[in-house]
């Protein structure tokens, strides 16, 4: 951002401290002239941010490229675009070897609005540990096969909003993680890109929870997933009160999905402890799914999930396939007006 690589409208208004990547330590954004009086006074950044390429990052924090941390109503807005390109990172190492593109973390009444990032080397934006979050019209984009490049991943956060915003990424569009309560996610596009997920939670026999999750009106166009939530063998805590609520379905794999045994594959063990989940509803599914089991609720065999209610879904086949079903185990609970018909629900 010193490089003098900011050419297109970025606008921060800012009240706080950013830190970059690829410098030591955190660089205080009062000294880049970003924030007038570094209370609530507002300036501009011009530009496109270039993260740098693999060989060009001097730092071992690779965590993440920029970070706001610990910032008091915080706005980011602009047409400005972040540009992370991806392709020289993708192909290295781990996941933990790409830096997320915009990091915040306990940021209370955060505002991010208008930001275009394309092309993230890990997650386009990642939020822990913030009270309040308001994120809106941001277009986050890369190719659906770039690795776990999910679009919003939150962890520890509460009072979220998402809205008005299109995602088309290689991960999840939004991730919920351990330690969401309240979060409303409106107006979303999402695909390509692996659906609006809670979790996965309770990996190595953690204890992690989510709670009050409402998503609405949002759209899976050539998805991987759509609703889904994933829990891992194992772990403890719970998920619930989640609603899923108009939703359209263009082409969406997986639309509907529970996966209590995520991330075991042919190795999941029996008895093992899960993550509890109940009251969740999916209401007003429309359209097609590119895969045979549209609706697909795997619950643990020793927590079955309870209060699991569908109402008002119409599931077609999309082109590729000729019907479509659904399969569940161990789940309680109602549907209503549900095609296709969800044999373990009463
Ligand atoms: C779905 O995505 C395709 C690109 O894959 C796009 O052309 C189309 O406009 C999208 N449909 C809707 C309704 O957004
Ligand atoms: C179920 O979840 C919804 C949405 O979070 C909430 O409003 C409702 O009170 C919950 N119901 C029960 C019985 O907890």
Redesign the pocket.
Known sequence: MVKGELTIGFIIICVGVLGFGNVEGNVDVISFGACGDGKTDDSQLLGILLIPNTSEWKSNQTHAWIIFEEVEALTVVGSGKIDGRGESWWKIGTDADRPTSLYFKRCNNLQVSQIISVNTPRNHISIQDCTGPTISNVNLVAPGESPNTDGIDIAASSQITIKDSNIRTGDDCVAMNGGVVGINIINVNCGPGHGISVGSLGRNGGTESVE?VLVKHCTFNKTQNGARIKTVPGGKGYV????YEDITLIDAGNPIMIDQYYSCGDHCPSGASAVEIS?VSFVGFHGTSAVKNAISLQCSDTKACSDVRMEDVTIEPAGNIEEVCSVCSNVRGYSRTTTPRVPCLS
């Open positions: 009050q619930k009160g989640v609603i009251n």
